[in-house]
DNA sequence: ATAGGGTTAG
């Protein structure tokens, strides 16, 4: 234990003032006692020492110590010398990494500009540091500006670091990009901040392109390219580029940080292959939450909650002490597979045995839990007992599970309130429009329709991705982009009279679903899902398994069409859809039809 | 003294 008197200190001058200064400085860190310090280092005269500064700004990385930190700037003898960029730029640093207080980053930055004190070339990455995580473009292109003015246009990392401020400020990408494309030489970090920009908008086909372009360009990738790159791999659902990535992680033997790993964990599972996720995070030495996390997300999205529940179980007695974040995973293993009294228990021990506040998130994978397993009424009843308002995702939740329970007019109700909520929303009018073809209210439906059309929302047009030969083919429904449409049609064709013949009837209600009136024909069999599936019989080995990703929830039709061809082609087919997975063999699928 | 990264309800 380290006590604090500063009455017992010796107070000396000059260079042994500065070195007694910082060896008691060290020694206090993480001492609650900064207002003695503060009242020390005056009392020396080291307020304006750039070393004794850092140092006090760093100890304790509180807020006070920031706020510490800046008053030496304006103590009253404070002198303006050759310091003072640097202490600036310290000040600078603390606020732009203290995630409430980004703002005042800015404002010293302002001050010091405005004092005529020159920012130098460590000014700038923490300055743009700040206003990436302010996300305000304005602010960052007049930044960029000064950047020029003052002369580090050719800083390679003050210019990294501006690409990641463009790329974390909405509409920022393509200053990112042109800042890209212009810099005089790009080392692994530029190319890893544009990949990870792309990669965080959802521009996942931008994202690995780029990473192509990078082996092209002959700069080594390392492991937190890696990780924008699985990131891209995990949206995108490619599995295979995945598998690539990770070859390549091993033969080039890039070092496997625990981040590493954990989004490996998570690309695998979430592209389909949570038996490998599995293995790589049995291989972790270092494992964090994140990690066990990761893998029961998997597990809950393979619809393997009891297993997911164990590992979780598991990773309380190996000393990790859950979050918030952890309990989502598991509520959502619970709710996925059926464990309604799971789910209770473990929703109930999150605040008694572990003191976490519940948040929106977990009070939606109970409504989920209980209206998914027909509970309807408790989930009712459990939304108006919420401390929290419900929010729409609440509301669609349970319009869903009364929709799949047959309690249409209750869900037709609920609809119509969150298009009042959220009159915008183009997935609130799909939900309403859905449950009047459930209820073969044509005309309704065709109001809907209507309605739409006037406000000009539009519906998201539902597509299927398929990775093949190092390809990443998207098809949307009623697709006649792909080169080879007229055979994926005659193939669709046949597969459908194979399944007539198997005796499997069209649910029409669902396969209505989306459709104008003048397409009902046409677009009976013609599901992007469909389309993905028969591209896949066409150009795949007989007996090797298709992986497909929708990008909205599978429809009831398709959801059965697909179990038919799993058998009648004997192919695993195994489908990811906004939600979880499905794995159809022989004619049945993993989700039990339970989703 | 400076830059880029992993889990989050439907």
Known sequence: MVYFSPGKMLISHGRAAEQNCLAFLELCNNLPKLSQLHTYILKLGLHSNPLVLTKFASISSGLNAICYASS?????????????TFLFNTVIRAYAETSDLKHSAISYYKAMVKDCILPNKFTYPFVLKACAGLRKLNLGQSLHGSVLKYGFGD????????????CSCPG???????????????????WSAMIGGYAKLGMSIEAVQLFREMQISGVRPDEITMVSVLSACTDLGALDLGKWVSAYIEREKVEKSVELSNALIDMFAKCGDVEEALMLFRDMKDKNIVSWTSLIDGMAMHGRGT?????????????????????????????????????????????????ILPKIEHYGCM??????????????????????????????????????HGELKLSEKIARKIIKDEPMLESNYVLLS????????????????????????????????IELDNQIYEFVAGDKSHIQHSEIYRMVEEIGKKMKMAGYVA???????????????DVLHWHSEKLAIAFAL??????????????????????????????????????????????FKNGQCSCTDFW
């Open 155 to 166: 800083d390679t990392h003050v210019l990294n670091t501006m690409i990641h401020m463009y």
């Open 72 to 84: 030496f700037l304006f103590a009253p003898d404070a002198k303006l010398h050759l310091y003072d």
């Open 507 to 521: 649910a029409t209600s669902e396969v209505l679903l989306d459709i104008d009136d003048e397409d009902k024909e």
């Open 367 to 404: 409504v989920d839990l209980l209206s998914r397993a027909g509970l309807i009424k408790e989930a009712l009843e459990f939304v108006h007992k919420m401390p929290i308002k419900p929010n729409p995702i609440i509301w669609r939740t349970l319009i869903t599970a009364c929709r799949a």
């Open 538 to 583: 066409l150009k795949t080995p007989p007996g090797t398994s298709i992986r497909i990703v929708k990008n909205l929830r599978v429809c009831g039709d398709c959801h059965s069409a697909i179990k038919f061809i799993s058998k009648i082609y004997n192919r695993e087919i195994v489908m990811r859809d906004r939600n979880r997975f499905h794995h």
């Open 434 to 465: 859905n449950i009047y073809a459930k209820m073969l209210q044509w005309q309704k439906k065709t109001t809907i329709r209507e309605v739409m059309a006037k406000k000009g929302i539009r519906k998201i047009p539902g597509s299927t991705m």
């Open 172 to 190: 920022g990408i393509e200053f990112a990009r042109i800042l890209f494309e212009e810099m005089p030489k790009c080392d692994s970090v530029s």
């Open 307 to 355: 297993e997911g529940i164990s590992l979780f179980e598991e990773m309380k007695s190996s000393g990790i002490v859950p979050d918030d974040v952890s309990f989502i995973g598991l509520l959502t293993a619970c709710s996925h597979s059926r464990l309604v009294e799971e789910g209770r228990r473990h929703f109930d021990s999150m605040t008694k045995e572990y003191g």
